[in-house]
């Protein structure tokens, strides 16, 4: 009975260190360039100056990193991108969502998510009570690049409907160094979801 109880403990303790360490702080905060290269079965070359790509799989769907300069894909419905700073986390989400942690009125935040299709699943940006600040818009090339400034401090996140790869986001303070946001993902939450 002692070692459940002290086994439980530990994994409760490491949720919660998890939960709180939703932001590092970096000198430098520049997003990827990322380049839609097509979708479907095929070979493709790195182009020039980019680290490495993205492939997107389904059933299951996962967004994998695959280093090289050439690339063969046998499925009809991969997605291929090239991106550069191919160091960087990345996180896939479906019908889920990922955590900013708190972010202060004034501040600037810039980032990037991939596979955001043009489809009525909703991708947005929310506050801890599920308010719906902003609602991102999908972008051709499935390359979302989002700038906005926060209107209220709020524990922030994006909450998406559809499967997305979140690749990096920025926040920058009129008076700190840039700082490059290392989203956590959370346990799936069904959140009701009202039109403002």
């Not at 009809?76 to 991108?81: I, P, Q």
């Not at 308010?131 to 994006?158: C, E, H, M, R």
């Amino acid at each position: 009975m002692k070692l459940k109880v002290k086994i439980s403990l530990v994994c409760v303790l490491l949720f919660v260190s998890m939960m709180l360490s939703a932001v590092s702080v970096y000198a430098d905060c520049t997003l990827p360039d990322i380049v839609h290269l097509g979708t479907g079965k095929g070979d493709w070359v790195l182009p020039e100056n980019y680290d490495g790509f993205l492939v997107k799989s389904v059933n299951p769907f996962e967004i994998t990193k695959v280093n090289g300069l050439d690339l063969v894909t046998t499925k009809k419905s991969n997605e291929v991108w090239a991106s550069t700073q191919f160091t960087e986390t990345l996180i896939t989400l479906y019908d889920s969502e990922v955590n900013f942690g708190t972010l202060q009125a004034g501040d600037n935040v810039t980032l990037v998510i991939i596979d955001d299709n043009v489809d009525s699943r909703e991708t947005v940006i929310a506050g801890a009570d599920g308010y719906v600040y902003a609602s991102i818009a999908n972008q051709p090339g499935l390359i979302s690049y989002i700038t906005f400034q926060v209107a209220q401090t709020d524990t922030y996140k994006v909450v998406t409907h559809d499967s997305i790869g979140f690749v990096k986001a920025c926040v920058s303070h009129s008076t700190d160094v840039p700082e490059e946001l290392e989203p956590l993902p959370l346990i799936k939450v069904f959140l009701p979801w009202a039109s403002y």
